[in-house]
């Protein structure tokens, strides 16, 4: 089969209150390489697991929508987090040569 070119232009983030936009757009930075539908819905599947196995998601959901360009998807990334008593979170972001960690308590 032929591959079907595809281009993601942006990843949306929905349901997220105490977990930061960043910690979950980390999980999805290659998909801006993709180049194929067939490998965005092999690193998407990729993403939502490493999602999971971060404990803090009771539910994490992807769907398409279309981009701007013609071509071109927005991924719409749905989580719902966890509800525990008590939690603690550690995490670290490094991009662009930008470094933030953050600390969570709830």
């Given at each position: 089969?032929?591959?079907i070119p595809v281009k993601v232009h942006d990843v949306k983030i929905e349901?997220?209150?105490?977990t930061r936009d960043f910690?979950?757009?980390?999980q999805f930075d290659r998909l801006?390489?993709?180049?194929?539908s067939q490998d965005l819905l092999r690193e998407a599947s990729y993403a939502v697991s490493r999602l999971?196995?971060?404990g803090i998601f009771e539910e994490c959901t992807l769907s398409l929508e279309s981009g701007p360009v013609h071509g071109s998807v927005?991924?719409?990334v749905s989580v719902e987090e966890?509800?525990?008593?008590?939690?603690?979170?550690?995490?670290?972001?490094?991009?662009?040569d930008v470094c933030s960690l953050s600390f969570l308590l709830s």
């Open positions: 089969q032929n591959p349901g997220n209150y105490k910690v979950i757009e980390s801006r390489d993709i180049e194929t999971e196995r971060m927005n991924v719409v966890r509800r525990l008593p008590c939690s603690f979170n550690l995490g670290s972001f490094i991009k662009n």
